[in-house]
C-alpha cells in the first residue's frame, strides 16, 4: 500500500485559532485521517517539526528573529505552503504594532525589555517565503482546510469565495446595516466565508476574511467619513483583524496621517 501524503500544522504568533479549525472537524478529522498521515501538529499531538511533507499548513505570523529562520526550513521541507488565517496571511491583530514604536511599548511594558526577543514589526508569511495558497479567516473553517487537502492531493486548483459579504447577504436577504441603519459596515470590501454571521445578527462585518476580489476600499471610506466617522475611526476600521493586507493598509494609513495632521 502506498504511503499517504504527509501534513503538517506548524503555529507562529497567533491566537491558536485557526489551528481550532482543524480540531474542531470532528468526524471531518476522522476523514481527513484516512487521505493524509498528520505527521507535526503539536497541538493534537505528533510533534517532528522538520519532517518532509507534502503540504505544511502555516498559523501566525513572523514577529521574532526565530521566526523569520524556521519558516525558510519549513518552506524547505514542503512541498506546497499554505497559510491560514489573517495572522499568517495579513499580518493579523498584532501587525498592529507595525505603525508604532515597537521598542517604546516593550519599554512601557516590560521591565527589562531588553529580553523580549521581538521584532519591530508582525509581517505575513508571504514576505519571508513563497507561498503556495492563502486561506482567509478569522479564524479560518474546517470545510476551507478539508476542500484545500482535497483539492492539493487530486492535483487541481483549490476553489477559493472571493464574493463580498455584501453579495453573501442578499443571497440570505439579510437587511443592509449599513443603508437601514447607518451603521459603518466592511461587508462592501471583504470577502465572503463566514456567511455573512455578523450582518445576519444585525451588527456590522469587521472584514475577518480580508480583502475581497478588487476592493474599493478608499470609496468605502468616503462612505464612513459620511456616515459620521472621523479620519481616526475610519483608520480603525482598515487597520485592524487584517491591517497588513495592502488594499487596507493604504486606506488605514491615508485617515491616520489625515487623524495626525
Not at 148 to 168: H, I, M, N, T, Y
Request: proline share 6%; aromatic share 8%; charged share 20%.
Amino acid at each position: 500500500m502506498a504511503d499517504k501524503p504527509k501534513v503538517a500544522v506548524h503555529k507562529f504568533a497567533s491566537c491558536d485559532g485557526c489551528q481550532l479549525a482543524f480540531l474542531n472537524l470532528g468526524e471531518g478529522l476522522l476523514t481527513l485521517a484516512q487521505l493524509v498521515e498528520i505527521v507535526h501538529f503539536a497541538e493534537a499531538g505528533p510533534v517532528d517539526p522538520d519532517a518532509v511533507v507534502d503540504i505544511a499548513f502555516i498559523e501566525g505570523s513572523i514577529s521574532t528573529q526565530e521566526d523569520a529562520e524556521r519558516i525558510l526550513r519549513i518552506r524547505a521541507h514542503s512541498r506546497y505552503l499554505v497559510t491560514v488565517g489573517a495572522c499568517a496571511t495579513a499580518g493579523g491583530l498584532q501587525a498592529l504594532r507595525n505603525f508604532a514604536d515597537g521598542k517604546e511599548w516593550l519599554a512601557a511594558i516590560y521591565a527589562k525589555p531588553e529580553y523580549v526577543q521581538s521584532l519591530s514589526t508582525s509581517t505575513p508569511i508571504a514576505q519571508h517565503v513563497k507561498v503556495d495558497l492563502e486561506l482567509w479567516g478569522c479564524p479560518v473553517t474546517g470545510r476551507q482546510v478539508l476542500a484545500v487537502v482535497r483539492a492539493l492531493l487530486f492535483g487541481v486548483p483549490p476553489w477559493q469565495e472571493k464574493d463580498k459579504v455584501c453579495l453573501e447577504c442578499k443571497r440570505r436577504q439579510t437587511v443592509c446595516v449599513m443603508v437601514a441603519k447607518g451603521i459603518p459596515c466592511m461587508g462592501p470590501v471583504t470577502r465572503t466565508g463566514c456567511g455573512a454571521l455578523c450582518p445576519g445578527f444585525g451588527r456590522d462585518c469587521y472584514a475577518c476574511y480580508g480583502p475581497a476580489e478588487n476592493p474599493n476600499a478608499e470609496s468605502l471610506a468616503r462612505r464612513f467619513e459620511g456616515l459620521g466617522l472621523l479620519p481616526e475611526a475610519v483608520a480603525r476600521r482598515f487597520l485592524f483583524i487584517n491591517a497588513a493586507a495592502p488594499a487596507f493598509a493604504e486606506a488605514g494609513l491615508k485617515r491616520r496621517g489625515a487623524a495626525d495632521d
